[in-house]
């Protein structure tokens, strides 16, 4: 084992260890779009949604839901949506996950002039001639790429779909 | 940060939500002394951690778009195909959502290749080869394998393994400046390693077992039965012997018998795993 993994999986074990004994007091929201529901079911009203890394006091469970208070609220949240650590993305602030992925950050022209700045330009096109693959200039790739930066999910789409495959919260 | 004020910061963020004071005070006159085990593995962790954290989302994000650049180069353009590919994105989503960082916009592609393989750029964005997809039968599968890629994005693997490449020395943040001249020469060369660590050589087999083991858990959390990543690690075993091994996830993965058992030793945890969702039938409707 690498001396630097030893150390992270030494790290992160000294705080799994100490996480169990908190786990049935105190939780923290850990997934994106989680919501405080007004009974263990996914179709009952939504009491409120709950950002990541939200506390939550523990008052019970019933299946696979938690009976919590949060912000002076109270209510169930599914278990899936919870972890006895606050996730690295509440303490770092982060992007928004349903956030476009915009246009990619590429420059066309630096990056093509980097690569025939190895050399490597030539000898691709040899390659992929060889290999009877078309040969493709970097704008033809970057326009892939914006292609698949654009491919969005939306938060409502999302839930209709867990809904209609019966996923997690909303298996029963 | 010297190294002292290093570790009683880290002691104090971890303290609150980790161990209840009589221990903390123990833990802590454990690692001042210099001399101890904690103290020397947190000093450790001290050089690792500030490499990691130096980079901002941006950045990281500008290196996975250049790499998924040189991913199309290597494996194939996106499949044609609007509907696998907007699938495919919200079997990736609903994992996001659940997965260690759930605030980063990932995003998903099946790109047109015969190689079995699924690579993940730092930033987010997670490819799967179309021959990948074609062995897979379920929604828990994918669910598995893309949570497996989400697990390397969460936990920075490929940005870990490259981090002692000369590009990163002194800079914390990639910008135009960063990208010209000598920068721009070590910033090929940086994405040129990066490329050689996903595409060939493979990501450290402790980061794999660690993305494995993040992907039982958000596939668990999320509600898909945990096990579909192994029974697709299975299915890859029984084709190993007749695939193209150059490229392909078996030649940038662990052994696979490794891996199938330490993940069927992991599902003890998951007690109820098999009453979770699965979904063969809209995956054979929606994967074409």
Same mark, same amino acid.
């Given at each position: 084992?690498?001396?630097?993994?030893?150390?992270?999986?030494?790290?992160?074990?000294?705080?799994?260890?100490?996480?169990?004994?908190?786990?049935?007091?105190?939780?923290?929201?850990?997934?994106?779009?989680?919501?405080?529901?007004?009974?263990?079911?996914?179709?009952?009203?939504?009491?409120?949604?709950?950002?990541?890394?939200?506390?939550?006091?523990?008052?019970?469970?019933?299946?696979?839901?938690?009976?919590?208070?949060?912000?002076?609220?109270?209510?169930?949240?599914?278990?899936?949506?919870?972890?006895?650590?606050?996730?690295?993305?509440?303490?770092?602030?982060?992007?928004?996950?349903?956030?476009?992925?915009?246009?990619?950050?590429?420059?066309?022209?630096?990056?093509?002039?980097?690569?025939?700045?190895?050399?490597?330009?030539?000898?691709?096109?040899?390659?992929?001639?060889?290999?009877?693959?078309?040969?493709?200039?970097?704008?033809?790739?970057?326009?892939?790429?914006?292609?698949?930066?654009?491919?969005?999910?939306?938060?409502?789409?999302?839930?209709?779909?867990?809904?209609?495959?019966?996923?997690?919260?909303?298996?029963? | 940060?010297?190294?002292?004020?290093?570790?009683?910061?880290?002691?104090?963020?971890?303290?609150?939500?980790?161990?209840?004071?009589?221990?903390?005070?123990?833990?802590?006159?454990?690692?001042?002394?210099?001399?101890?085990?904690?103290?020397?593995?947190?000093?450790?962790?001290?050089?690792?951690?500030?490499?990691?954290?130096?980079?901002?989302?941006?950045?990281?994000?500008?290196?996975?778009?250049?790499?998924?650049?040189?991913?199309?180069?290597?494996?194939?353009?996106?499949?044609?195909?609007?509907?696998?590919?907007?699938?495919?994105?919200?079997?990736?989503?609903?994992?996001?959502?659940?997965?260690?960082?759930?605030?980063?916009?990932?995003?998903?592609?099946?790109?047109?290749?015969?190689?079995?393989?699924?690579?993940?750029?730092?930033?987010?964005?997670?490819?799967?080869?179309?021959?990948?997809?074609?062995?897979?039968?379920?929604?828990?599968? %994918?669910?598995?394998?893309?949570?497996?890629?989400?697990?390397?994005?969460?936990?920075?693997?490929?940005?870990?393994?490259?981090?002692?490449?000369?590009?990163?020395?002194?800079?914390?943040?990639?910008?135009?400046?960063?990208?010209?001249?000598?920068?721009?020469?070590?910033?090929?060369?940086?994405?040129?390693?990066?490329?050689?660590? %996903?595409?060939?050589?493979?990501?450290?087999?402790?980061?794999?077992?660690?993305?494995?083991?993040?992907?039982?858990?958000?596939?668990?959390?999320?509600?898909?039965?945990?096990?579909?990543?192994?029974?697709?690690?299975?299915?890859?075993?029984?084709?190993?012997?007749?695939?193209?091994?150059?490229?392909?996830?078996?030649?940038?993965?662990?052994?696979?018998?490794?891996?199938?058992?330490?993940?069927?030793?992991?599902?003890?945890?998951?007690?109820?795993?098999?009453?979770?969702?699965?979904?063969?039938?809209?995956?054979?409707?929606?994967?074409?």
């Amino acid at each position: 084992m690498k001396h630097s993994t030893q150390i992270f999986a030494a790290v992160a074990g000294t705080m799994l260890l100490a996480a169990p004994a908190l786990a049935q007091e105190k939780l923290y929201v850990a997934s994106e779009g989680a919501k405080l529901k007004a009974d263990k079911t996914a179709s009952s009203d939504t009491v409120a949604e709950l950002p990541v890394g939200t506390p939550l006091s523990v008052l019970g469970q019933e299946e696979s839901w938690y009976k919590v208070s949060a912000n002076g609220q109270s209510g169930w949240i599914y278990r899936g949506k919870v972890a006895a650590t606050p996730p690295e993305a509440s303490k770092q602030g982060g992007d928004n996950l349903f956030g476009g992925g915009g246009s990619s950050a590429i420059m066309v022209s630096e990056a093509d002039s980097a690569r025939s700045m190895r050399g490597l330009a030539d000898s691709e096109q040899e390659a992929a001639k060889a290999a009877g693959r078309p040969t493709r200039t970097m704008a033809e790739y970057k326009q892939a790429l914006d292609t698949v930066l654009a491919e969005k999910v939306g938060k409502k789409e999302l839930e209709g779909f867990l809904k209609a495959g019966r996923i997690g919260e909303y298996a029963k | 940060m010297d190294r002292r004020k290093f570790i009683l910061g880290l002691a104090a963020a971890a303290m609150p939500l980790a161990l209840p004071g009589s221990v903390m005070a123990g833990f802590l006159d454990a690692i001042i002394d210099p001399n101890s085990k904690e103290s020397k593995l947190l000093s450790g962790a001290k050089s690792v951690l500030s490499s990691s954290q130096q980079l901002d989302y941006k950045s990281e994000r500008t290196i996975g778009e250049r790499l998924a650049v040189e991913g199309f180069r290597r494996y194939g353009m996106p499949l044609q195909s609007k509907g696998i590919q907007h699938y495919v994105n919200l079997v990736g989503m609903a994992a996001a959502t659940n997965s260690p960082r759930p605030n980063i916009p990932y995003r998903f592609v099946v790109v047109e290749s015969d190689v079995q393989n699924a690579f993940a750029c730092p930033g987010g964005i997670i490819f799967v080869t179309g021959a990948l997809v074609k062995i897979m039968q379920t929604e828990a599968q %994918l669910a598995g394998i893309l949570s497996h890629e989400i697990g390397h994005v969460a936990l920075r693997h490929a940005l870990k393994s490259i981090q002692r490449t000369q590009f990163f020395s002194g800079v914390g943040q990639i910008t135009a400046a960063t990208m010209k001249g000598d920068k721009g020469t070590q910033f090929e060369s940086m994405i040129n390693d990066m490329q050689n660590v %996903l595409f060939d050589k493979g990501l450290d087999q402790n980061m794999e077992y660690e993305a494995d083991a993040s992907a039982l858990e958000t596939a668990y959390r999320t509600g898909y039965n945990p096990a579909g990543l192994t029974e697709t690690l299975q299915t890859l075993r029984t084709i190993e012997s007749t695939s193209t091994k150059k490229g392909s996830w078996f030649s940038t993965h662990p052994p696979l018998p490794n891996r199938i058992a330490r993940n069927q030793a992991s599902m003890k945890k998951y007690p109820d795993a098999a009453t979770l969702a699965v979904l063969a039938d809209r995956f054979k409707s929606q994967s074409k």
